[in-house]
């Protein structure tokens, strides 16, 4: 049996005012329309509904006994339909996040501070997955945004850049290169070098080596770690030198020489990754959201 809810609604306003001409009123549809409209759901439930002269109408004892569960059935159909409108909007819902250990600061807790604030019914789900990983799970949909590392050149993946650092050379507190009164980095080319993993992020790795080709040697390169964290750990323990985000070098000052290379054109950016065509209503929220924002500092944008 398929009720149709307006057949329902003209039941519970019949049954609330007992009068069918000021049922239709509060309806705003015409007198037999209404009588109509009751006629066919007693036709459908093979009952009557009502018990009615020309001066009363009252509840039947089966319209009494239904009433109650006709008033919760249409408040249910009423929250599905909210609900559907605010999530075809992007007011509610789960958002589900990809991003890499490195952007975890400060790029995340600013998100999504400012993302709760403007949009406090819905949910971030945030997982922690390599560059290349998020590209998969972004084609899979396996999640909805990506906060990555740039460069990241996919012709279905779109990309709004959020954050620009300069890159910094560490080295271990007790490597020679401390005593050095002018450093640059050629200073580095006989250095073993410990790596972000190639296969993790292999535009972000050609833009960090890139700095040492444009100094005239090409980097070699010891240890790879899937980690910032890890490059960073091996570094202190002597492996080798780095070439990191300044923002993530600064945070192992303690243990670390950090030289920042300010005066590099090349940069270390992060950005949000998202399916070119046609992105869902929350991810539109979120880039909005943050482009508005004005708390990050975001290079030009790229395609």
Known sequence: MSMNLNHLRAFVAVAESLSFSRAANRLHISQPALSHQIRLLEEELETRLF????????????????????????DHADAIRHRARSSAKGSIGTLRIGFVASATHPVIPRMTQIFHKAFPKV??????????QQIDALRDHRIDIGVVRLPLHEPDIEIFPLFSEPFAV????????REKQKFSLRDLEKEPFVS???RQAPAFFQHWTGLCRKSGFTPRIVQEASEMETVLALVSAGVGVAIVPQEIARRHKSSLVVLPLTRERIRSEIGLAFLRRN????????VHTLASSGLFERPSRRR
């Open 123 to 132: 949910a971030l789900s945030l997982k922690n997955i390599p560059t290349v």
């Open 51 to 74: 018990l009615r002269d020309r001066r009363n109408v009252r509840l039947s004892a089966t319209g009494q006994e239904i009433l109650d569960d006709v008033v919760r059935l249409l």
């Open 279 to 286: 992105p869902a209503p929350l991810v539109q929220h979120m």
């Open 196 to 198: 972000y993993c190639e």
């Open 170 to 177: 560490v080295f271990s507190r007790q490597h020679p290169l």
